[in-house]
């Protein structure tokens, strides 16, 4: 292809707006858009394939165009990742731009340094670097620069999955089984899912596998009392109500009301109406504390770095640094604090995070259990085999993309006692 003036200069201009990291990259990529609607399907898409490349691999970019500039990294990342040849930018380009190019496509990997062929902020990777060992690290962080598969959740109470799998078959959308969810499906490629029959009629949910685990792992019973502490948009709410089977009770808890009101319209079209919402003012809502002790089952899917998610979210990599996630670490031991009171004796609690480091998953477990009495350590790898999930990483959940292919989650669950 040949790439016109314009075009570059689009992707120059949005790169530009994402650099500042003032929002997340989505919101920024569909403000721009929005703004500039002349542009057409395929060149959006060049667009936010390019600055998301920019966004994932930015360190080793840099180093081998030699800038910062957003200019010279659209550059680096069109001649090394998608590989377009001088010829192929254009005879329109600059001198300048065209020494940049060529020294980005010239650039050896192996000179680079072990951060910059990780494509993290140095204190990210000393975290890595420590906790894992360097060739492990380095598994790790290339798992998280590679592009992330389309998951599904078949809504089992709708439809199973083999039904699920033969219909987008029939309609040309190649998927299978995925290795551990009961309910999930990983396609070969990603269509506009929702736009078709089974997403419009609420038997098919977007959900990353690794997310749909930890409503097996909660592992909710019909007639039951759950909660959802952090439910967001409710994508897990809807999958713990599923296992339900429309009977108990599941709150949907959450400090954004704003988040919470896409839970509505998700739950209709999934034919679910045992899900109340409610509005937290905070970790000591009064309404929370009225269920004290009450609830049979409760997840708490913390805020956290998103680390876990840099497949989908690259940006968040460099919008956090390490006193965030210090600050982060605090805040989701509050909250697990405050959820746990809601537990009523014999009941489960599931900790998790897409968080792929330490501070905020095992020492956050540990301080909990340090400080909070009543409450047991459970074996997350047994809870799985009793539910026939043939996935163990131990006594805490665990998942890697480099490993499972999921996002980077983890999950430890406790029982009141």
Known sequence: MKLHAALL?????????????????????????????ALGQRDRAFIAETTFAVLRRKRSLEAAAGRAQP?????????????????ALGERLSPDDRAVADRARRAPAEALADAERADLPDWLWARLLEAHGLDEALR?????????????RVNLAKIDRESALARLAQDGIEGRATPY??????????????????????AIEVQD?????????????????????CAGAGGKTLALAMLMRGTGRVYAMDVSTRRLAALAPR??????????????????????????????????????????TLRR????????DAAAVTQLAEKQGRILAAAARLVKPGGRLVYATCSILGDENEAVVERFLRTSQGFNALSCDLLFAAQRIALDTGPQLRLWPHRHGTDGFFAAAFERT
């Open 9 to 37: 200069r689009h992707t120059e201009a949005l790169l530009a707006e994402l650099l500042t990291f003032s929002a997340p990259a989505d919101q920024v990529v569909s403000r721009y858009f929005r703004s500039h609607r």
């Open 71 to 87: 200019r010279a990294l659209v550059l680096a990342a069109l001649v090394r990742i998608q590989g377009l040849s001088l010829r």
């Open 140 to 152: 790790i962080a290339q798992g998280l620069l590679n592009p992330a598969p389309l998951d599904l």
């Open 181 to 202: 969810s009961p309910a999930g499906i990983r396609l070969a490629e990603k269509p506009a899912i929702n736009r078709h029959a089974l997403f419009t009629q609420g």
């Open 209 to 229: 596998e690794g997310s749909q685990l930890l409503a097996y792992l909660l592992a909710p019973r019909r007639g039951e009392m759950v909660a959802d502490y």
């Open 267 to 308: 739950a209709a079209r999934a034919g679910i109406s045992n899900v109340h919402t409610i509005a937290l003012a905070g970790e000591s809502d009064a309404r929370a504390k009225r269920l004290a002790g009450k609830i049979d089952r409760v997840l708490v899917d913390a805020p956290c770095s998103g680390f876990g």
């Open 313 to 320: 979210n690259p940006d968040l990599k460099w919008r956090h």
